[in-house]
């Protein structure tokens, strides 16, 4: 039998991704955001705590016994190696907790999973762990703009968030399909209801190969 379908969801910061992975779940994907898990991992008690203790020392994990994301940050900037370090703990646990949803996922019935990953094409290892890639994708004005909206960020500090990421052409060239979400809900609705019954046919037709 055909592996089950497992879909890469991706795009900049402010694309719209989570808006479209919550179109997808409410039509019946196992949706797994491997943003979510790594918070998770980096909670309180997380399963990632004791590794980041002993490689970064207390001073990066706060009171509460989470990780300090403003204390890590700073750090990462300060010092080139840290960014590769927090990496190596944090990357494997993820992909072994999102491999495990996306079984469960698909085991409970769902036809096919949905793996939403912000920076998967920079992790340049996912495109063999999924079967297609979905860019969310959108100008950059139109980024820049729900940034600053949504979480009160500069332009500046903004534009030196998307700098980090993959360019917009670089999402694009690895993309198996791509969502246009420059309009409204109703458009980006529309986008993910066409995939949703392409994804259903591929995964119908993996089980049929069985």
Same mark, same amino acid.
């Given at each position: ?23 997808? =779940?409410? !039509?019946? +994907? ?9 918070? /998770?991992?980096?909670?309180? %008690? @997380?399963? #990632? ?34 960014? =590769?370090? !927090?990496? +190596? ?9 999102? /491999?495990?949803?996306?079984? %469960? @996922?698909? #085991? ?15 992790s340049k290892t996912y495109r063999s762990r999924v079967g ?12 820049? !703009? ?16 998307? %700098?980090?990421? #993959? ?44």
């Open positions: 039998m055909t592996d089950p379908l497992v879909v890469g969801l991706t795009g900049g910061i402010g694309s719209g991704k989570s808006a479209a992975a919550a179109m997808f =779940a409410e !039509l019946g +994907a196992a949706v797994i955001d491997a943003d979510a898990i790594a918070h /998770e991992l980096t909670a309180p %008690a @997380g399963q #990632a705590i004791a590794a980041i203790r002993q490689g970064f020392g207390d001073e990066l994990i706060g009171a509460d016994g989470a990780l300090d994301r403003n204390a890590m940050r700073r750090l990462v900037f300060a010092d080139t190696t840290a960014k =590769a370090r !927090l990496e +190596a703990i944090l990357h494997p646990l993820i992909r072994a907790e999102s /491999e495990r949803r996306c079984a %469960a @996922g698909l #085991a409970a019935g769902a036809p096919y999973a949905v793996l939403v990953v912000p920076l998967l094409v920079e297609r890639i979905v860019v969310v994708d959108c100008a950059e004005e139109t980024q820049i !703009l729900r940034v600053m909206a949504r979480s009160g960020l500069t332009r500046a500090e903004t534009k030196r968030i998307m %700098a980090t990421q #993959a360019t917009r052409a670089e999402r694009l060239a690895v993309a198996d399909n791509v969502i246009a979400n420059d309009g409204d809900m109703a458009a980006l609705h529309a986008q993910v209801e066409v995939l949703h019954r392409l994804y259903l046919e591929r995964s119908d037709k993996s089980c049929q190969n069985g």
